[in-house]
């Protein structure tokens, strides 16, 4: 009659040395998987989304882009308690359709190169590349698209870009250095666009608030400056009336 035993013991595999012939325990292990692979239902949406970017990554990015922009838009215009304006998100979708394979590919750049035998040091690199080189080309491109497909004139996308790249260059030094990171340490290469996505929406609504602030300076500015010249033609004329009185 056999005994049986019960408890919480851990069950072991058990090897044989070629050496001696006997048994040996060999524990259970299971890997560790990442914390995105274990929330259920969400798990599958961000593996669906890993085989399309594996299968199709410029359409993924490319739709993803698009998806983006378009939250960070809204997101913006109910900010800045405006009318929901749909020429506002035309515009920014064609921004996100114009830039959406550039900054795939130079983020898959990125993570092909600066790989050095020294993690932090190719860390530190990869971000100061990301911000020295991308950051201001991105930031040039996107406000001086807003301000063109609003039907500025040159000068005044000129004057879009002054208002505009230099603060969002500062402000985004406190958010992108930390997320590039972040990506390049713990995320794969394939989650790597969703996760900066999420961050992106944010970032979208930000520089549309921007760009929408800089719009509403430069309309009063105008108001301003219509108002001031027929003040200084009514003076001018004053002058001349003078003048002549004088004479």
């Not at 500025?152 to 870009?161: C, G, Q």
């Not at 996760?195 to 608030?209: P, V």
């Not at 105008?222 to 002058?239: A, N, Y």
Request: with cysteine.
């Amino acid at each position: 009659m056999s005994k049986r035993h019960t408890g919480n013991a851990t069950r072991t595999k058990t090897g044989e040395d070629p050496a001696s012939g006997t048994a040996i325990p060999v524990p259970n292990t299971v890997a560790t998987l990442p914390i995105w692979q274990r929330l259920g239902p969400l798990s599958r949406g961000f593996q669906a989304y890993g085989r399309s970017q594996r299968k199709r990554p410029y359409t993924t990015q490319f739709c993803s882009s698009l998806v983006i922009y378009f939250l960070g838009d809204l997101s913006a215009q109910n900010i800045n308690g405006d009318e929901y304006d749909p020429a506002r998100t035309l515009r920014a979708l064609i921004i996100s359709a114009g830039s959406s394979i550039p900054s795939y590919r130079w983020f898959m750049f990125l993570g092909n190169n600066f790989n050095y035998s020294s993690k932090v040091l190719s860390l530190a690199t990869k971000v100061s590349v990301n911000q020295i080189c991308f950051t201001p080309i991105f930031n040039t491109y996107f406000f001086s698209m807003q301000s063109l497909l609003a039907g500025d004139s040159l000068p005044e996308v000129w004057e879009r870009i002054k208002r505009t790249v230099p603060t969002s260059m500062i402000n985004s030094c406190k958010l992108w250095p930390a997320v590039t990171a972040f990506s390049f340490t713990f995320i794969d290469a394939q989650y790597r666009s969703i996760f900066a996505g999420f961050i992106a929406i944010g970032w979208q609504t930000y520089l549309s608030y921007l760009n929408r602030k800089a719009e509403v300076e430069e309309a009063m500015e105008k108001i301003t400056l219509r108002s001031e010249i027929p003040e200084k033609v009514q003076q001018e004329s004053q002058r001349k009336e003078i003048q002549k009185i004088e004479a």
